[in-house]
């Protein structure tokens, strides 16, 4: 499975945007770029996942790299609520087993 | 919408001790899964349950047994609980078809202490 490179925390202050990068540079052809987070003492939610486009839905943006090898998961307006572990993983359209990092640690000031 | 339910929320268990660790959807999901999460570290898979009557090893899988009862519930047994156990619990369900067809959905987890 390829692997992803997150940094292990960032700070943002709320109500302003917020950038987080994830590089994968072995990725492959079939991966699918998916970004998961896990607010404190609960279960990882879904955030958003593309292909080869950027992507946005209403929790987020995701910014992909035309050599697929960097994504970009913004938050448009950081609220109190979104500090938790991001975590970016690859995902073969036919494993659907997801392989977790350590994630990045996003910490939100009022 | 309950989602994902998994039960026990905490346990404690001595060393030698065994029990089932129990997880049911109601998303008509036909995949389910088992991980662990040790203390400032991602998950780690278990096992997984492609569909009804199979299930397969993920990553960690000694020490562990798994029993799909049928669509809707997916059961972790541990038989000899050991110290190196003690750990977050969180079971995943996964449709196979649809748009959502790569998400997985979580429950809140079961939190295990082995003494």
């Known amino acids: 499975d390829a692997k992803t490179t997150q940094p292990n925390s960032m700070e943002s202050n709320e109500e302003e945007p917020v950038h987080l990068p994830c590089n994968h540079s072995t990725i492959s052809g079939t991966d699918y770029i998916h970004w998961y987070r896990q607010l404190p003492s609960q279960g990882p939610e879904y955030v958003i996942h593309g292909l080869t486009s950027n992507v946005n839905n209403r929790m987020a943006s995701l910014a992909i790299a035309e050599d697929r090898k960097s994504s970009t998961l913004i938050l448009h307006r950081a609220t109190l609520r979104d500090a938790a572990v991001y975590y970016c993983i690859l995902l073969m359209d036919s494993s659907y087993k997801l392989i977790f990092g350590s994630g990045t640690r996003l910490l939100v000031r009022p | 919408n309950a989602g994902v339910t998994q039960t026990p929320k905490f346990q404690v268990l001595k060393t030698g001790q065994s029990m089932t660790l129990q997880c049911a959807q109601d998303m008509n999901h036909n995949s389910m899964y088992w991980y662990r999460q040790d203390p400032g570290m991602g998950l780690r898979l278990i096992y997984y349950s492609a569909s009804e009557g199979t299930t397969d090893k993920g990553e960690v899988p000694n020490g562990y047994n798994v029993s799909r009862l049928n669509k809707r519930e997916f059961s972790l047994r541990l038989e000899s609980a050991a110290p190196s156990q003690t750990s977050v619990y969180f079971c995943?369900?996964?449709?196979?078809?649809?748009?959502?067809?790569?998400?997985?959905?979580f429950g809140a987890g079961t939190r295990l202490s082995v003494l």
């Open positions: 995943a369900s996964r449709p196979i078809g649809g748009l959502a067809k790569n998400i997985q959905y």
